[in-house]
């Protein structure tokens, strides 16, 4: 049951209430007031004090000051006047509990308009903020599209420079070739004159020379039939040169269809060069070769960079899928990398592609099926990979590590020797 405090002071002007309401130990932190236009309580356990107060307050705009073991209370009237006394007075306890509930009611309901008030300025606020971002965003997007119009003017006027300047260097050379042509010309004409002088001057002399007789003329032309008659041949001798074959081998050993199809495929895959792929526009013309890509692919592997690798010869078979060294070295790449089943893709193709089988491509197929069988053996997939190694011992029968290999493979098979 609190204590009802009833020793409490206080005084009025005509726009003001003042009240101080003793209270031992009283602090902000535990002292719980609530003030409504009527009303005014506070609670500071044991203590309560409570009035219901004359006339109505402006409950916004009162103080209340804590401290020295008192609560002092600055109650602003909303009429200017004198009260009679602080609190109405007959007062019964169904009227104080109507006034209570009122006042808690109102409490609720400006506690209520508060926070709405408080969610409009909030959305008020984000509204205004997206607002101010948004006109950032759009003289930020401006200011780059005026940069990217600046830059696109200044590549547009160096552009037509660099066209002038062409225009004004093709022009310079096109008068120089007419200037030339022109000397020629010159010379060609004096050339004629002194062809056209010499052959008056030798009608002139046939003319002098006709006037002779008879018999001079016959022995002229006596002499001119001698002059005409070509002498014999000198003794010579010519070279015959032969074209070599591809594949020096006998006639009764040669595979001469095998080798001519091996040979055209071989052409074929050097010009199936695909150079429609979109990412290549920005690459230099020599990093379009898959040759060269294919060198410096072995570069980097031989350097221990097998992504940089891989990666150099998917782009060497993007832009050309027929040659079979690019698959084999990728099989290679994809070993090293623990990336057995391409591995064994990239070797299946690089066999494909190895067709048909002829002495030009024997060391080309001896490494896919070395590399396969590799792939296979660490799948633990043995007799798979046992077939590629024999496959590879009948193409080089006397390869002593092959054969140390295989032989290794035969004793896992069998039991005799624990997989390392």
Same mark, same amino acid.
């Given at each position: 049951m609190p204590l009802q405090v009833s020793d409490y002071n206080w005084q009025q002007t005509k726009t003001a209430v003042f009240i101080s309401v003793p209270l031992r130990g009283v602090c902000v932190r535990d002292a719980d007031v609530f003030c409504t236009e009527n009303y005014l309580k506070v609670n500071f356990s044991p203590f309560l004090f409570e009035v219901f107060l004359y006339a109505p307050i402006d409950d916004e705009n009162s103080k209340a000051k804590i401290g020295n073991d008192t609560i002092v209370f600055t109650l602003y009237k909303k009429e200017v006047a004198m009260w009679e006394t602080l609190s109405v007075s007959g007062v019964d306890k169904e009227m104080m509990q109507r006034i209570r509930e009122k006042s808690i009611l109102q409490a609720q309901e400006r506690a209520k308009e508060a926070t709405e008030a408080k969610a409009a300025a909030r959305r008020e606020d984000q509204k205004y903020a997206l607002n101010v971002m948004m006109k950032i965003e759009e003289e930020e997007r401006k200011k780059i599209e005026n940069m990217k119009e600046n830059e696109r003017l200044k590549a547009t006027k160096e552009l037509e420079a660099w066209k002038e300047c062409q225009r004004k260097a093709e022009e310079q050379k096109r008068i120089q070739r007419e200037e030339k042509f022109c000397e020629q010309g010159k010379q060609v004409g004096e050339e004629?004159?002194?062809?056209?002088?010499?052959?008056?001057?030798?009608?002139?002399?046939?003319?002098?020379?006709?006037?002779?007789?008879?018999?001079?003329?016959?022995?002229?032309?006596?002499?001119?039939?001698?002059?005409?008659?070509?002498?014999?041949?000198s003794v010579g001798s010519i070279k015959i040169s032969f074209t070599p074959r591809v594949f020096p081998t006998a006639l009764r050993e040669s595979q001469v269809a095998e080798e001519e199809e091996w040979l055209h495929k071989q052409a074929e895959a050097r010009r199936a060069l695909n150079t429609d792929i979109p990412e290549l526009s920005d690459l230099k013309e020599e990093e379009k070769n898959p040759e060269w890509l294919k060198d410096k692919g072995n570069k980097l592997f031989a350097k221990e960079n097998y992504l940089a690798?891989?990666?150099?010869?998917?782009?060497?078979?993007? =832009?050309?899928?027929? #040659?079979?060294? !690019?698959?084999?070295?990728? %099989? $290679?790449?994809?070993?090293?990398?623990? /990336?057995?089943?391409?591995?064994?893709?990239?070797?299946?193709?690089?066999?494909?592609?190895?067709?048909?089988?002829?002495?030009?491509?024997?060391?080309?197929?001896?490494?896919?099926?070395?590399?396969?069988?590799?792939?296979?053996?660490? =799948?633990?997939?043995? #007799?798979?990979? !046992?077939?590629?190694?024999? %496959? $590879?011992?009948?193409?080089?029968?006397? /390869?002593?590590?092959?054969?140390?290999?295989?032989?290794?493979?035969?004793?896992?098979?069998?039991?005799?020797?624990?997989?390392?």
């Open positions: 004629r004159n002194k062809l056209k002088h010499k052959s008056l001057t030798r009608i002139a002399a046939s003319r002098n020379l006709a006037t002779k007789g008879r018999n001079s003329e016959n022995i002229f032309l006596e002499k001119l039939k001698e002059d005409s008659i070509p002498g014999p041949r690798a891989m990666n150099a010869y998917n782009l060497a078979i993007r =832009l050309n899928n027929k #040659i079979p060294l !690019l698959y084999l070295n990728r %099989a $290679a790449c994809h070993l090293k990398l623990k /990336n057995l089943h391409k591995a064994i893709e990239d070797s299946s193709k690089a066999l494909e592609l190895l067709t048909p089988p002829v002495a030009d491509n024997a060391n080309g197929r001896m490494k896919a099926y070395i590399r396969r069988g590799t792939a296979f053996c660490q =799948l633990e997939l043995y #007799i798979e990979g !046992l077939q590629d190694y024999e %496959a $590879a011992l009948k193409i080089d029968p006397s /390869n002593k590590i092959v054969q140390n290999d295989a032989e290794k493979i035969r004793k896992i098979i069998q039991g005799t020797e624990l997989k390392s």
